[in-house]
């Protein structure tokens, strides 16, 4: 099983050191423990939490490129800004921002990052105000989070200083694009899931409100 675990991993992230995916376990352990008093998946994935939630967030990871500099909005479990931070933490100069307002969640961000030893930095302030703050990204993440329009509206001030986004979105998504052609102009490319064969990481550049 941890031969294949790995495998899997190595697949959908790329080399991946025995390391990094002994952190990744510990995140999992850590996770369901977290889990059984702070809700921070639906109880039924659970039983599919490596597929489904972390080999489902590694795979942001090559769409990334040399990005160092990455902040995942409304963090939650961690999903995927934890798991970046832990296949990026071998990659010098590595800083994940995690932005997450519920205390309780902002927690479990802030120990199991402090228990790897993670470069991350937890922002337990709504997205509104973590703009405020001034932090610096070349990516933007968000999975399960919302519309992608209010995506949009939430990662315009990184997407306009030249940051791009990669944003987790299932079946409906091309409903949700439609919704923001009449407010928005972007670039963007359609990356198919290799988790789930209805959904897709979207990768926006250049965003832009429409006059």
């Given at each position: ?64 490129g ?22 990026l ?72 200083r ?50």
């Open positions: 099983m941890t031969e294949e675990r790995l495998a899997r991993l190595q697949q959908v992230a790329g080399p991946v050191s025995r390391e990094t995916f002994q952190d990744l376990v510990a995140f999992e352990t850590a996770f369901l423990r977290w889990n059984q008093v702070t809700n921070l998946v639906a109880p039924s994935t659970l039983p599919y939490l490596w597929e489904r939630h972390i080999i489902d967030s590694a795979q942001i990871l090559p769409i990334g040399d990005a160092v500099s990455w902040v995942d909005l409304g963090s939650g479990g961690g999903l995927p800004g934890i798991i970046l931070a832990i296949l933490k071998p990659r010098a100069g590595t800083m994940v921002h995690l932005v997450e307002s519920n205390r309780k969640k902002a927690a479990f961000l802030q120990s199991v990052a402090g228990q790897l030893e993670l470069p991350v930095r937890v922002h337990a302030v709504r997205i509104e105000e973590a703009v405020k703050i001034g932090i610096e990204a070349q990516i933007v993440t968000a999975r399960a989070l919302a519309s992608l329009s209010q995506l949009y509206a939430l990662s315009e001030p990184w997407l306009s030249g940051a791009r986004a990669l944003f987790h979105k299932g079946r409906d998504y091309r409903r949700e694009i439609e919704e923001t052609i009449h407010n928005w102009e972007s670039d963007l490319i359609e990356h198919p899931s290799v988790v789930e064969q209805s959904s897709v990481i979207l990768e926006i550049r250049s965003l832009r409100k429409r006059s």
